[in-house]
């Protein structure tokens, strides 16, 4: 097919500049594209390559402005595949558009999703994950599903092998052999999952790329309830999360913790953005199986976490060993790591992660 | 002697036209009831088996005679091409390529079309309760295409041997 051609001399591009920039991270899913209506495919392959490559976002709202962001910077795209500052000159998506669009993403049976619509998000082949806003339906108080949606924003998920790179050697006990207890914190878009993802797939396949003491590989357990760190489909992960490691895919993250941990005898279990009651039950039940557990979770400070109860116990009790907070500007992601006691170990370290 | 051909061959001609048309006054009927039960099952793939609409129209393909295994095939083809195609455009340009060879009529076609507009694009309440009504429907023509068949099958066996007749003896 004739973007297919396109596509490819995207991919080359893509890694070519992903590989300067980050040094040994690589995009390996860029089969995005596919997801749009051929409209909106063909305008947004219209885009100047190297923005197309750095995308993260692309934001379809029906009757006002197409808009892409990559790296922090929002943009309109008028019909020709322009980017423009001016939201009136910009391509405004239809009724059909969406339509269209919808039908694409949910197979052609948004009946499937049930599940899906009440938390407000897909997750399609490739790991990418569309958030959806409309009306809800509300059933007994709590949202049952969105109909008539009308926003959509696609977030490209990108894999970026190398991106725990620099982060890992501080993760990994050299003196008894296991990966410690550690809380990733960001705020959104900053690159956590992506950072979890690239974790997982070194822990379970034995740190070859971190310039560390060759840790062994090791039985890694994912709890991947919004199917983005692996990027299920039909319980397949579509990344690569290393040979070692299961994904509990879909599962809310407490029950499937406790459940991994009965069942699959992992030595590290990585979870996505805990903060609720339970998960913090399940995390410590976790820790006291001797299981590590990396997590993480909103927030751009520890002392945000002090005002969520559930996070603030966890803290207290001192079950983390390791705090990662990550901040991203301009593209490149800066990392720092703190102890248990919250000292700093290491400041500013120029990171190599990248958002997913 | 040529023209005792001739007159044999519209005779034979015209009870052929008769017996033609009294099988598809019989076969209506029958595949109204084959299309409500794809209905049910397609109700249950959607309700108890979460199937996607591609899976399941492939799925009630298998099930089906023909022609209606056609029609159901063809649009989950078109709807798997992965070149676009929404749900409702698969059904009916496969309504539209294969519908002339089953011998229903507009009105069947008409609740079938109709049902795209709505097939996969909300949640599966509203989804049984309009491949229902569809089905309600369809028995409702099943029943009219019964009393249709009990009116005319027979009469279109005779009336295709006596128009040929006719036309022999107003030729002679």
Redesign the interface.
Known sequence: MWYKKHLLVYKRKAHGLKRRQLGGGRITNPNWLELFPDRIKSILLRLPRELLGKLEEVRIREGRPLEVNESGGHRFVTEEGQPTLDGDKAYRPSRDDSRRFLDLISNHSLYTLEEELRKGFITVPGGHRIGLAGRTVLSGGKVEHIRDISGFNIRIAREVRGAANAILPFLYDERERRMKHALILSPPQHGKTTLLRDLARQISSGGMEAPIAKPAGMKVGIIDERSEIAGSVHGVPSFDVGPRTDVMDACPKAEGMMMMIRSMSPDVLIVDEIGREEDAEAVTEALHAGISVIASAHGSAPEELQNRPAMKRLMDNRMFEVYVLLHRSRGKTAFRIMDRQMRLLQLQAKGEANHA | MLKLFGAVLILLAGTLAGFHQAARFAARPKQIRELILAMQRLETE?SYG?????D?FRRLAGQLGEPLRSIFKSAANH?AS?S?N???E?IQRSLHDHWKRTAMKAPERDILHQLSFTL?????Q??IKHIALAAQQLKHEEALARDEQAKYEKISRSLGLLVGALIVILIF
């Open positions: 959607i979460f199937t996607p609409l591609p399941a709807m992965g676009g929404t749900a409702q698969s996969g694009t909300s949640d599966r509203d989804q």
